[in-house]
């Protein structure tokens, strides 16, 4: 049985493996412009997981953009070239990054910006509101007459704590349930989500599957390995089982997008709102010949449903923010969930 914490360890020895092995690969190559490209293309005909599911010929869009690089060719046009070329993934773990610029995926960027389903200014004022608490990462306050207690975590970068956690459900022991909020949470560390779940109920069941990328061919992959819940935690003989409802929209990405396929696993937990960005590959890369670096996503997830939801995990309940509630300072997102909490209580 894979634990997370054996799959977190696996993942830093792969990816310490692979960083060694392009040290040696990189010192044999000229550093110009086509070596370059030439082997950038390469590594991602290899390595990149999604070929499939992105619908990317990939030999096309050699055929494309090839021509375009010649050794005479200035850094700036090599770069916008190479960039244009990993934007054909729509992926924002993938990016090239140079001394001058990082590239980043321009699909995936405008949807987590154009699509988002908060309006950050109603949930500061309107339920945050001032005299909410920051407890570590943490922003919070009792909304709907101190019935349901509101938790919004905004990055997946900032730690949560045990004693963080332990605050928060004491002071909220007496509510009908809670709220995460984690529209915007553009992910981070997964070690963060491994906290947050210690609250649950905890034994054993599985979570998603993962495999990586692990030979030349698109679809050469290792077996699906299942990860489970790690039994042991925070809240091992008193996990909260209230109703729990988790607010996703397309700026919950990553690490966030993880979380929410997660709670597949939690019958006391529903995803409301929209869908997130996806990100559910994890990302490895290296050094080019010229010394610029990349990162691309080497392995896919598969949820307990049995989708791969890459490209965004869909909500239980999917609620979009109301042109009219907004104008009359109404977060109809947390309106909803706040009645789904109460009507199971």
């Keep these: 049985m894979k634990t997370i914490q054996h799959i977190a360890i696996l993942t830093l020895a792969i990816l310490s493996l692979?960083?060694?092995?392009?040290?040696?690969?990189?010192?044999?190559?000229?550093?110009?412009?086509?070596?370059?490209?030439?082997?950038?293309?390469?590594?991602?005909?290899?390595?990149?997981?999604?070929?499939?599911?992105?619908?990317?010929?990939?030999?096309?869009v050699y055929q494309t953009y090839r021509p375009m690089v010649s050794n005479d060719i200035d850094n700036d046009s090599l770069f916008d070239i190479?960039?244009?070329?990993?934007?054909?993934?729509q992926d924002g773990h993938t990016n090239l990054m140079a001394p001058f610029n990082v590239s980043r995926n321009d699909s995936v960027y405008y949807k987590m910006i154009a699509e988002r389903n908060i309006n950050s200014e109603?949930?500061?004022?309107?339920?945050?509101?001032?005299?909410?608490?920051?407890?570590?990462?943490?922003?919070?306050?009792?909304?709907?007459?101190?019935k349901v207690g509101y938790?919004?975590?905004?990055?997946?970068v900032n730690t949560v704590s045990n004693s963080d956690l332990e605050y928060i459900l004491n002071r909220y022991k007496n509510c009908d349930g809670l709220i995460l909020d984690l529209r915007q949470n553009g992910g981070g560390s997964i070690n963060n989500i491994w906290t947050l779940l210690s609250m649950f109920d905890n034994h054993g069941q599985e979570l998603y599957a993962t495999?990586?990328?692990?030979?030349?061919?698109?679809?050469?992959?290792?077996?699906?390995?299942?990860?489970?819940?790690?039994?042991?935690?925070?809240?091992?003989?008193?996990?909260?089982?209230?109703?729990?409802?988790?607010?996703?929209?397309?700026?919950?990405?990553?690490?966030?997008?993880?979380?929410?396929?997660?709670?597949?696993?939690?019958?006391?937990?529903?995803?409301?709102g929209d869908f997130t960005g996806g990100g559910l590959g994890l990302p490895n890369g290296g050094e080019l010949p010229n010394g610029w670096h990349y990162?691309?996503?080497?392995?896919?997830?598969?949820?307990?449903?049995?989708?791969?939801?890459?490209?965004?995990?869909?909500?239980?309940?999917?609620?979009?923010?109301?042109?009219?509630?907004?104008?009359?300072?109404?977060?109809?997102?947390?309106?909803?969930?706040?009645?789904?909490?109460?009507?199971?209580?």
């Design 18 to 60: 692979s960083s060694c092995q392009r040290a040696f690969m990189e010192n044999e190559l000229e550093p110009n412009p086509v070596n370059t490209f030439e082997y950038l293309w390469n590594k991602v005909d290899q390595q990149y997981a999604f070929f499939d599911l992105k619908g990317v010929n990939w030999d096309e």
């Design 82 to 89: 190479m960039g244009a070329m990993l934007n054909t993934l």
């Design 122 to 146: 109603i949930v500061a004022l309107n339920y945050l509101t001032i005299q909410h608490h920051i407890t570590g990462s943490l922003a919070h306050n009792a909304i709907r007459n101190g």
């Design 151 to 156: 938790i919004h975590y905004s990055s997946f």
């Design 211 to 272: 495999q990586i990328k692990s030979g030349p061919g698109h679809n050469d992959f290792s077996k699906l390995e299942t990860v489970h819940a790690a039994k042991s935690g925070l809240f091992e003989h008193d996990y909260y089982r209230k109703p729990v409802a988790v607010l996703i929209d397309r700026g919950s990405y990553s690490a966030t997008s993880f979380f929410a396929v997660c709670t597949q696993a939690y019958e006391n937990i529903a995803l409301i």
């Design 295 to 345: 990162r691309f996503s080497i392995t896919r997830t598969i949820a307990n449903d049995g989708g791969n939801y890459e490209n965004g995990v869909p909500p239980d309940y999917r609620v979009l923010l109301s042109p009219e509630s907004t104008a009359a300072g109404i977060d109809n997102v947390i309106e909803f969930a706040c009645d789904w909490i109460q009507g199971r209580s």
